[in-house]
């Protein structure tokens, strides 16, 4: 089995900085893509950066400039710095990645259980 654990989660005030882990475990061969996505109370789940095998990273646009995504491909994790957090930054973070569990193996998709992140004064 395959297990996604975030952490790094919790309350900000505005314009606060978190920083969220994610780690790969258990049965893990290797790691494809790995990111970041969220849910608003209410709303769509939507993508927060997305890392893959080479140093290119997907970001949703509006994100720029304050979120930053990175990669420790020796230890399957990946990281979301988030800074000058807004209030509409409140949601849960859910990481994501795609795995193979075994050298023959195909890849498959995996959501972690999610960390929330609050940002109120």
């Known amino acids: 089995q395959v297990q996604l654990v975030e952490s790094g989660g919790g309350l900000t005030q505005p314009g606060g900085s978190l920083r969220l882990s994610c780690v790969a475990s258990?049965?893990?061969?290797?790691?494809?893509?790995m990111g970041w996505f969220r849910q608003a109370p209410g709303k769509q789940r939507e993508l927060v950066a997305l890392?893959?095998?080479?140093?290119?990273?997907k970001y949703e646009e509006s994100l720029k400039g304050r979120f930053t995504a990175s990669r420790d491909h020796a230890k399957n994790t990946v990281f979301l710095q988030m800074n000058n957090l807004k209030p509409e930054d409140t949601a849960v973070y859910y990481c994501?990645?795609?795995?193979?569990?075994?050298?023959?193996?195909?890849?498959?998709?995996?959501w972690g259980q999610g960390t929330q992140v609050t940002v109120s004064s």
């Open positions: 890392t893959g095998t080479t140093a290119d990273i």
């Open positions: 994501n990645a795609d795995v193979q569990q075994t050298r023959d193996g195909r890849f498959a998709n995996y």
């Open positions: 258990g049965s893990v061969f290797r790691v494809s893509t």
